[in-house]
Structures are given as structure tokens and as C-alpha cells.
């Protein structure tokens, strides 16, 4: 399977805990979109890389959130100090540039307990 | 404020039968508009958007300004189409902005 991958595919951490999730985006794409489902809602942009350069952070969730893509490559979304309302499905795009599709990886579920 | 609104949470409709999924949007700029497709157990994959004018599986959407709508339609439903449908808008060069999606069932 050649399209966005995401790891793992599910994920129950306790209150408080950290955790990580991993993106890794089609091959020479140069843009990666992180976005957050909750239960009967659409996607809801987190924030968005061009190549390593992270240009758009603001609409990250609170200061527990962070996004790395250090190589321009794979990237990573942290959630530190989890909350039980940080569980929801954490989905993970890629494009080729600004004006071409984004293709969708299957998500990671976060369950907070 | 930026906001996407698909009123119906589930259609139902029989298989033949013409379907229609309503988005409304809200935005002061120039819109650009998607329609985002999940079947059951697939990601989340891009349906068409309006600049492209396309029809693919046989749904159209046109952009009505005037109307601020971008209805998905399609004359004859298939069972095949029953999915998942996220109305999308493109903020910017980055920000997308979803509805809340429309779950269609088509039923023999």
C-alpha cells in the first residue's frame, strides 16, 4: 500500500499520560495535514506542514499539542497530559502541493480513560 | 465566521431514485469547495470540487453563490453509493474546513 500511513491504528492511554502518533505521508509529497475527528463531526484542521517547515500552528488544539516533521519526510503529532476529551480519530493528509488532492491516511483512535 | 453546514445528519433514499446532499457555506471570500466521500470501512478520499466542473461516479455539485450552496446530487442512486459525505471549504491555501458530514443509505 503506497498511500498515507498512519501508527498505530488505535491507541488507550490513561489520563495524564503522553502519547505519540506517527504520519508517513506518500513519497514526495511536500504537504501534510494533521486534522481531529471527534464522534459526528467532519475533520477539524490541526495544522499543516510544507517539506520540515511547519506553517500553520495556530489552530492546534492547546500548548499539549505539538507537530514534527523534522526531515520533511514522516511526521509526528505529540499530546501531552491527555485529557479524556482528547479522544477522538487523529487523521493524517498528504498532498503534492497547495493545489493538488489531499489523500487521507486511516486515522488513529485515541481513547482516553 | 467560516462555517460549513450539511443540515441532514442521514438520507435515505432507494436505490434509482435521484439524491440530493445539501451543503451551505459561509465564508466572505472567493470559496473553493470539495466533497469528501468515506465508504464504510475506507478512508476518507476527495469526491470532486467545483473548480474542476467534473462528474465522477456519476455526481455533479454546483457552486450557487447566490444561494451560498454547494449541493451534491445525483439523478439515479446505486447502492454502492452509500457512504459517508463531507462537504468541504478551502480557507486560505491550508485550512479546510468540514461540515459534519451527511450519512446516505440507499436501500434495494
Known amino acids: 500500500d503506497t498511500g498515507v500511513s498512519q501508527d498505530p491504528r488505535h491507541k488507550i492511554t490513561k489520563r495524564g499520560q503522553n502519547v505519540t502518533f506517527r504520519c508517513d505521508p506518500i513519497?514526495?509529497?511536500?504537504?501534510l495535514y494533521w486534522y481531529r475527528q471527534t464522534l459526528g463531526q467532519g475533520p477539524e484542521f490541526l495544522t499543516y506542514?510544507?517539506?520540515?517547515?511547519?506553517?500553520?500552528k495556530s489552530r492546534l488544539l492547546s500548548d499539549r499539542f505539538s507537530a514534527e516533521r523534522p526531515k520533511g519526510s514522516f511526521s509526528t503529532l505529540e499530546i501531552q497530559r491527555t485529557e479524556q476529551g482528547d479522544s477522538a480519530m487523529y487523521l493524517c493528509a498528504s498532498s503534492l502541493d497547495e493545489n493538488t488532492e489531499a489523500f487521507f491516511g486511516q486515522g488513529t483512535r485515541l481513547t482516553v480513560v | 465566521a467560516q462555517r460549513v453546514t450539511q443540515p441532514e445528519k442521514l438520507l435515505s433514499v432507494f436505490k434509482g431514485a435521484p439524491v440530493e446532499l445539501k451543503c451551505n457555506y459561509s465564508?466572505?471570500?472567493?470559496?473553493?469547495l470539495f466533497w469528501y466521500v468515506q465508504y464504510s470501512r475506507q478512508r476518507l478520499q476527495l469526491l470532486l470540487r467545483?473548480?474542476s466542473r467534473e462528474s465522477i461516479k456519476g455526481f455533479t455539485a454546483d457552486l450557487n453563490k447566490g444561494e451560498t450552496s454547494f449541493h451534491l446530487k445525483k439523478p439515479f442512486a446505486q447502492e454502492e453509493d452509500s457512504a459517508m459525505y463531507y462537504c468541504?471549504?478551502?480557507?486560505?491555501?491550508?485550512?479546510?474546513?468540514f461540515g459534519a458530514g451527511t450519512r446516505l443509505t440507499v436501500k434495494p
Open positions: 506542514f510544507q517539506n520540515e517547515a511547519q506553517l500553520e
Open positions: 468541504a471549504l478551502r480557507i486560505g491555501n491550508n485550512d479546510m474546513r
Open positions: 513519497s514526495e509529497h511536500n504537504r
Open positions: 465564508y466572505s471570500g472567493s470559496p473553493e
Open positions: 467545483h473548480i
